[in-house]
């Protein structure tokens, strides 16, 4: 399985980006992955995974995170994140063209596909949200945020610690100390790229009827991160669309954690549904 990677411009910021396909191709995934973190770090799961069943995979490094370019934890802003999401999916229908498309997206990237989905006209065909970030599973400290929201008019690029506990990742300790010393793993934040993310979240939530593409909604009950009552709130305001699958005590990131086998399973059954 070889990743082709390629470098592109979007808002004057060079983007790291690649894909890998199968030698047969019945689909195509966009990928987003999570705050903090880069697309390198599902090639050792999620994409084989798809790649098994059929999908050619394209992925990406959001900006100021992993491979791409920008201060580490900052982006332009919101719309900017969407943007960029437009632009690598009309790239993927360019490369695999007449096929069925999806999106992949986890935590951060949750947050953004359903996004994109319920702002943009798309004919995307289905998508997978993993622990989707729609609500915090922890309170900020109160001098945090009222800091933070400040700035975020007078000095929206300066960024603080994220201050999410890698702990809460996986019930491996392996993966996280994997997580821990990943060199492309960052845990900075800018107000830019905190407050427009939580309230997309929350507008989400409340704007979850108007959904008109099959969704898989994908969160363990164990997630000190990423409230997954915020994905039950998602399901419940879009019941006809969504498909909700809860991991009893599973962590963030599901596809590290110990249910990582029938979580996967889950996904490539519900894919195979769609086509």
Same mark, same amino acid.
């Given at each position: 399985?070889?990743?082709?990677?390629?470098?592109?411009?979007?808002?004057?910021?060079?983007?790291?980006?690649?894909?890998?396909?199968?030698?047969?191709?019945?689909?195509?995934?966009?990928?987003?992955?999570?705050?903090?973190?880069?697309?390198? +770090?599902?090639?050792?799961?999620?994409?084989?995974?798809?790649?098994?069943?059929?999908?050619?995979?394209?992925? *990406?490094?959001?900006?100021?995170?992993?491979?791409?370019?920008?201060? +580490?934890?900052?982006?332009?802003?919101?719309?900017?994140?969407?943007?960029?999401?437009?632009?690598?999916?009309? &790239?993927?229908? %360019?490369?695999?063209?007449?096929?069925?498309?999806?999106?992949?997206?986890? %935590?951060?990237?949750?947050?953004?596909?359903?996004?994109?989905?319920?702002?943009?006209?798309?004919?995307?065909?289905?998508?997978?949200?993993? %622990?989707?970030?729609?609500?915090?599973?922890?309170?900020? =400290? &109160?001098?945090?945020?009222?800091?933070?929201?400040?700035?975020?008019?007078?000095?929206?690029?300066?960024?603080?610690?994220?201050?999410?506990?890698?702990?809460?990742?996986?019930?491996? =300790?392996?993966?996280?100390? +994997? *997580?821990?010393?990943?060199?492309?793993?960052?845990? &900075?934040? %800018?107000?830019?790229?905190?407050?427009?993310?939580?309230?997309?979240?929350?507008?989400?939530?409340?704007?979850?009827?108007?959904?008109?593409?099959?969704?898989?909604?994908?969160?363990?009950?164990?997630?000190?991160?990423?409230? *997954?009552?915020?994905?039950?709130?998602?399901?419940?305001?879009?019941?006809?669309?969504?498909?909700?699958?809860?991991?009893?005590?599973? *962590?963030?990131?599901?596809?590290?954690?110990?249910?990582?086998?029938?979580?996967?399973?889950?996904?490539?059954?519900?894919?195979?549904?769609?086509?």
């Amino acid at each position: 399985m070889e990743l082709r990677n390629s470098t592109m411009e979007s808002n004057g910021i060079p983007i790291h980006a690649g894909f890998v396909a199968p030698r047969t191709v019945k689909g195509v995934v966009v990928l987003v992955h999570g705050f903090g973190e880069h697309s390198g +770090r599902y090639m050792d799961n999620v994409i084989p995974a798809l790649v098994k069943i059929g999908f050619a995979v394209v992925t *990406y490094d959001n900006f100021g995170h992993g491979r791409s370019g920008g201060k +580490r934890g900052h982006c332009p802003n919101y719309m900017a994140l969407l943007e960029l999401l437009e632009v690598i999916i009309n &790239k993927a229908k %360019s490369k695999f063209e007449n096929l069925p498309l999806f999106l992949y997206g986890h %935590s951060m990237g949750g947050n953004l596909v359903l996004n994109y989905a319920l702002r943009k006209k798309s004919d995307v065909k289905g998508i997978i949200a993993s %622990s989707p970030y729609l609500r915090l599973g922890f309170q900020p =400290p &109160k001098w945090k945020m009222v800091l933070g929201k400040a700035m975020l008019y007078f000095w929206p690029s300066i960024t603080m610690p994220a201050g999410l506990d890698p702990n809460g990742i996986s019930r491996i =300790p392996e993966e996280v100390t +994997r *997580y821990k010393t990943d060199p492309l793993v960052h845990d &900075k934040v %800018s107000p830019m790229y905190s407050f427009p993310v939580m309230d997309a979240g929350e507008w989400a939530i409340n704007n979850a009827a108007d959904l008109n593409v099959d969704t898989l909604l994908i969160h363990g009950t164990g997630d000190a991160i990423i409230d *997954y009552r915020g994905t039950e709130e998602f399901h419940r305001n879009s019941p006809d669309r969504t498909t909700l699958q809860l991991f009893d005590g599973g *962590y963030h990131e599901l596809h590290h954690d110990l249910c990582r086998k029938e979580v996967l399973n889950c996904i490539q059954s519900w894919l195979r549904q769609q086509l």
